[in-house]
């Protein structure tokens, strides 16, 4: 059985449709799975994001004062807190992609603008991937698409139908993108081939902060090996991209997107299949 074969058995196991996309950073050597498919990018799209901050002409220790009103809703970070927050833009950055702040990614995307983000899409090859909606702005299509006024009326237990008329959950239209063009984004953060090697080492380090285990890391449990990345979710969707390095110096990109057949809000084995799956991509560029 191809290592090809391999992950679309987990994939189908799991009970998912998904796209992959793993490329070793030294040898080029790549494994696809759907690679080319658009996909929901969910919180992923903070990575292009990040990458456009760090294009920018900005400076990243302008100090930002983050009043409570107006915040963008949110699980994590500032969108949670109940009193002003003033911090750097590098560290609003931070929070948006170790914690997946949403709060904090709106205030980085209004001071560097849609424009400058599609541009830096544009600049770097990201062909497939459009990023045109901030997360408050991904919000109100849930609401305008329910009829809803407030995300607290957004009912817990979702129809299918209801979710199939989600412009945010289609392929086509919010935020979206290619496991092969993330995994070319984290190449060139990488190779410091994306902004200026101080500003792709600062990326980098933000990347390699973030807490979440149960995805792409849960593959690689070994203690010598590091995963640097970013999750994205939504009702349905489970994503992470990121950059598996290992003790001798091998690094290897890969973007996982999935879309469950299951309805529920916890889907464990969708989590777990992402790291299942990378780990089979990567064993396979490791092996002679």
Not at 150 to 172: C, I, K, N, Y
């Amino acid at each position: 059985m191809t290592v090809e074969q391999q992950i679309a058995e987990a994939f189908a196991g799991a009970g998912v449709t998904a796209g992959l996309h793993a490329v070793d950073l030294a040898t080029g050597n790549q494994v696809a799975h759907h690679a080319d498919e658009r996909q929901v990018l969910a919180s992923v799209f903070k990575v292009p994001v990040l990458v456009a901050l760090l294009r920018s002409d900005l400076d990243l220790t302008q100090q930002v004062t983050v009043p409570v009103e107006g915040r963008t809703a949110g699980p994590t970070g500032l969108s949670t807190m109940t009193d002003p927050v003033t911090m750097s833009l590098r560290d609003l950055a931070r929070l948006m992609i170790v914690v997946s702040d949403n709060a904090a990614t709106d205030v980085v995307m209004d001071h560097v603008g849609l424009p400058a983000i599609r541009q830096t899409l544009g600049d770097l090859g990201l062909a497939s991937t459009d990023v045109g909606y901030d997360v408050a702005g991904v919000f109100q299509t849930f609401l305008d698409d329910a009829g809803l006024a407030t995300l607290d009326e957004f009912v817990a237990e979702p129809t299918a139908e209801l979710l199939d008329s989600m412009r945010a959950l289609q392929t086509d239209q919010v935020n979206v993108g290619t496991a092969r063009d993330l995994t070319r984004l984290l190449t060139l953060l990488w190779n410091d081939e994306a902004a200026s090697p101080e500003r792709c080492a600062l990326g980098r380090d933000i990347l390699l902060q973030q807490v979440w285990p149960h995805r792409l890391a849960s593959g690689f449990p070994e203690d010598g090996v590091t995963t640097g990345g970013k999750t994205g979710t939504l009702p349905r969707v489970r994503n992470e991209v990121g950059v598996v390095t290992y003790p001798d110096g091998g690094r290897y990109a890969v973007a996982v997107f999935t879309r469950a057949e299951a309805l529920t809000q916890k889907n464990p084995a969708a989590d777990a299949v992402i790291g299942r799956a990378a780990r089979l991509a990567v064993d396979s560029l490791r092996t002679p």
